[in-house]
Every structure is written in structure tokens, then in C-alpha cells.
């Protein structure tokens, strides 16, 4: 199997370096960077390319190792144990199999995303290194030992929230994704929207790129928020004259809601502007 990237998915070569390595070693692959650079889609995409099922996990503040491999229903089962239900004799039937359970059971390779897992508490990642390492785990309510089939081929997401452990890092390939220069956005944004006018990209682009420039932004806007703002300025029909200024920073975006996503970016940039002003 290699990946080579798809038709809706823009990978540098470093990237599907990364992907393919992954795969040689039979590792995760541990992909890091800016909200909205597409480590999620990734996954989906190499799915997608490889001809192989996709099982997606997404964590939050809640979740446990142990939903990645099975829950045990006791409260089902108690209930149907109040209703005189026959199939409370076999606990099997009240094993909830996760994501993980699924892939290793499966005939053949899948690809397993595990999204966002510096969400987690800190021992999340510790919890899962015997089961991604050995690729197999004991379930102790039905007293059977789940080894996989084909080994699975494992995404794993960061937003570098937190820190990861070192025990956990060893076991996984690392790739980061840097935000895309010019000359890969503008592929990216070819593949949303092949039709778009160059006149208004190129504004956009000069308006985005500025945007990010600006110091002390609590949240610089990303490759998904651009594609938002140009899908709304392709709506309203903005003329790329709108977005024109021959002072950069000194105008207030239209539609500037898709870019700046709180109160303390959308008051920065308009005190730039005020002083921007006050030094003509």
C-alpha cells in the first residue's frame, strides 16, 4: 500500500512521505499542527485512496482508553434482567465494541482515526500502549483475548493542547503539518473551487496573509476558515475591488467573521486600524 495523495486532498511530498513510513513500520502516525491544516481529512483521504474501511474515534474531555476497545452495558442489563429477558445469561450481548475492537476483528486492513487526543486526560495516551503496541487486548467480562486480524493502519491527532507522553511517542511515527505557503493554498483552494476568479483570490490571499501576520492574534485564521470566506465572498458576489487597499490592515474585511472567530482579534485588528489612521 501507498498513498499518493487524492484528487480532494492536497498532500506535500513530505506529508505522503510520512503516511507511506507510517506504513512501512506497521506504526501510528502522530500528525500535529494548526486547527483547520486537514490532520482529520487526512485520514479519511488515505481511506478513501487505499480502498480501505475507515473507523473514526473522536475524543473528548470524557473519554477513556477503555472506549476504544468495549463498554460493558450493566445498566441494559439490568433492565432486562428486571423484564425476565433471556439473553441476560450471555454478558456478551451487553458488550458495546469500540472502534479499536471493530478494526481488529476485521478481515482486512482498515484505517483507524483516533481525532483530537490531547483532549484526554494526561493517562489516555499511557492506557493505550499495550493494545496499539502488541495490537491485542484481554476483555475480562467475556474472558477472551481480542488479537487483530490485520494490523490497522493508525491516525492519530494533535492540537498540541497538551503533551504527550514519551513512552507514547517512541511507539508512533511524527509528522507536522506547517501551514501551506502561497503556491500549495492556492491548489488547495483549486480543488473547492476550480472556477474561482484569480483577480479575487489574489485580493484574498493579500487580505489572509496579512491577516495572519499580525501580532498577538489569539487565533490566527486557518486553511479551513479561508475556504469559508471565500465561499461566502463567491455567494454576495464581492468584487475583488472591495478587498483592495493600497494600506494593508487599514480596512476591516467584509465579511471578516469567517476569518477573526473572536472578540479580542476582531478588537485588535480594529485598534491597528484606528492607529493606523491617527498616523496618517
Known amino acids: 500500500m501507498r498513498f ?138 467475556t474472558h477472551t483475548l481480542v488479537q487483530a486480524r490485520q494490523r490497522p493502519l493508525v491516525f492519530i491527532t494533535s492540537n498540541n493542547e497538551k503533551e504527550l507522553p514519551d513512552a507514547f511517542l517512541r511507539r508512533c511515527f511524527f509528522h507536522y503539518i506547517k501551514f501551506p505557503d502561497r503556491e500549495t493554498m492556492q491548489k488547495i483552494v483549486d480543488v473547492h473551487y476550480p472556477g474561482l476568479k484569480q483577480a479575487l483570490l489574489r485580493e484574498a490571499f493579500e487580505v489572509f496573509f496579512a491577516l495572519r501576520d499580525i501580532p498577538g492574534l489569539k487565533k490566527k485564521p486557518s486553511t479551513s476558515e479561508l475556504i469559508d470566506w471565500l465561499k461566502l465572498l463567491m455567494a454576495e458576489d464581492i468584487p475583488p475591488e472591495a478587498l483592495h487597499s493600497n494600506e494593508k490592515k487599514k480596512v476591516l474585511p467584509p465579511l471578516h467573521g469567517a476569518l477573526l472567530k473572536n472578540e479580542q482579534d476582531v478588537h485588535l485588528f480594529e485598534r491597528l486600524i484606528f492607529m493606523a489612521r491617527q498616523g496618517r
Open 4 to 141: 499518493e495523495g487524492t484528487q480532494e486532498y492536497v498532500a506535500t511530498p513530505d506529508l505522503m512521505l510520512a503516511v507511506n513510513a507510517a506504513i512501512t513500520l506497521q506504526r501510528p502516525l502522530l500528525i500535529k499542527g494548526e486547527p483547520g491544516t486537514g490532520k482529520t481529512m487526512l485520514a479519511e483521504q488515505v481511506a478513501t485512496a487505499l480502498g480501505l474501511p475507515l473507523l473514526q474515534w473522536h475524543i473528548k474531555s470524557t473519554t477513556k482508553a477503555q472506549h476504544g476497545l468495549y463498554e460493558y452495558d450493566a445498566v441494559n442489563r439490568l433492565r432486562d434482567s428486571q423484564l425476565g429477558d433471556e439473553k441476560v445469561r450471555n454478558i456478551a450481548n451487553y458488550i458495546v465494541k469500540g472502534p479499536l475492537w471493530e478494526a481488529f476483528e476485521s478481515e482486512q486492513p482498515t484505517v483507524v482515526l483516533i481525532d483530537e487526543i490531547d483532549k484526554a486526560d494526561i493517562e489516555f495516551p499511557n492506557d493505550l500502549l499495550r493494545e496499539l503496541d502488541r495490537m491485542e487486548f484481554y476483555c475480562y467480562e
